[in-house]
């Protein structure tokens, strides 16, 4: 039976745009949007315009404002964001040790085709889409264990601290390659079957 490639709707293809300009910076916090303005950016009607707010708005990246729209949500504090990290090692670790024992040559494929474009973004320096391939990575291990809670706690957590994802790219890493070979050692990781070190190899590349 032949594949059918995955087309995105004209909402996801409108988010995606937008939660990259949002992990970037172009839309800076505070910032308002209206959908008259992005339906003309995008030649699009109002509808996928406010399907794709309202993702986003879920996401907790943009705020909705009473008779006005939404805007983009504030950057939290450094306090409030190391507590979003010990959040994030309970809720990725904790879907990991769900589904450790079924893990499949699906899982693996997956992962594989993650990396690839992370490696090519890395190779290209461009650390936004570093930064969407690497959350990319960490949402394919929480959707994974197929638990809606965790989903509902992970999406708007990741999305108050997204924007540390593409600053530390830049700041931290002289070559971006490296953010690849870390992922690559995680699957390589989950590979060999021992929980208790896929963990903490997990772990420690949440900060």
């Known amino acids: 039976m032949p594949v059918i490639p995955f087309v995105p709707s004209l909402r996801e293809q ?10 970037s910076g172009e839309l800076s916090e505070g910032c308002s949007l209206g959908e008259q303005e992005l339906s003309e950016r995008f030649a699009v009607s109002r509808t996928p315009i406010r399907e794709a707010l309202q993702q ?15 805007k983009v949500t504030r950057r939290p504090s ?10 994030r090692k309970s809720v990725e670790t904790f879907a990991l040790r769900a589904f450790f024992a079924e893990l499949a040559d699906s899982d693996f494929r997956q992962w594989s085709a993650i990396l690839n474009n992370m490696q090519h973004a890395c190779i290209a320096r461009d650390y936004r889409s ?4 690497d959350i990319a990575f960490h949402r394919s291990i929480v959707c994974r264990a197929h638990q809606r809670e965790l989903e509902a706690i992970w999406v708007p957590l990741l999305a108050r601290v997204r924007t540390h994802f593409y ?5 931290n890493y002289d070559d971006p390659i490296v953010i690849y070979k870390e992922h690559a050692g995680i699957v390589d990781v989950f590979r060999a079957g021992d929980l208790d070190a896929a ?8 900060c």
């Open 14 to 23: 409108i988010a995606d745009r937008l939660r990259g300009d949002l992990l």
């Open 56 to 70: 986003l708005t879920y996401e907790g990246l943009l705020e909705g404002r009473r008779h006005a729209g939404v």
């Open 78 to 87: 450094d306090a409030i964001y190391e507590f979003a990290v010990t959040i």
């Open 130 to 133: 570093i930064a969407e391939h």
């Open 167 to 171: 600053e530390t790219y830049r700041t």
């Open 199 to 206: 963990v903490l190899s997990l772990e420690n590349n949440i």
